[in-house]
C-alpha cells in the first residue's frame, strides 16, 4: 500500500496540495539494540518514511504524509518483537 500511496504522489498534480510533511515520534518496546536496528531499517524501507534517530528507544520518523504518519510504528514494532524474541 505504502508503494502505492508514494507513486500517486510523485504523479498527483498538484504536489503541494497533497503533501503534509510530519515528524512522529514514539517510544519502543522494543529493548534490544540490534531489535531496534531492525526497526528502524525497517520504517526506513516503507516508501514516505525515514527514521531520523534513535535515542535509547525514542525514535524520531518523518513521514511524507499525515496518512503515513499514522502508520508509524503500526504493526511493524510487534513483527520485529516477534522476530528478534
Sequence with gaps: MA???VLLL??????????DPQIVEFDTTIKDEFGQFIL????????????????NGRFRVHAITKEAAGGVPG???????RVIS
Design 3 to 5: 508503494n502505492i500511496q
Design 40 to 55: 528502524a531499517n525497517s520504517i526506513t524501507l516503507t516508501p514516505g518514511t525515514i527514521t531520523i534517530s534513535n535515542n
Design 10 to 19: 510523485a504523479f498527483h498534480p498538484n504536489l503541494d496540495d497533497v503533501l
Design 75 to 81: 504493526d511493524m514494532q510487534d513483527k520485529v518483537a
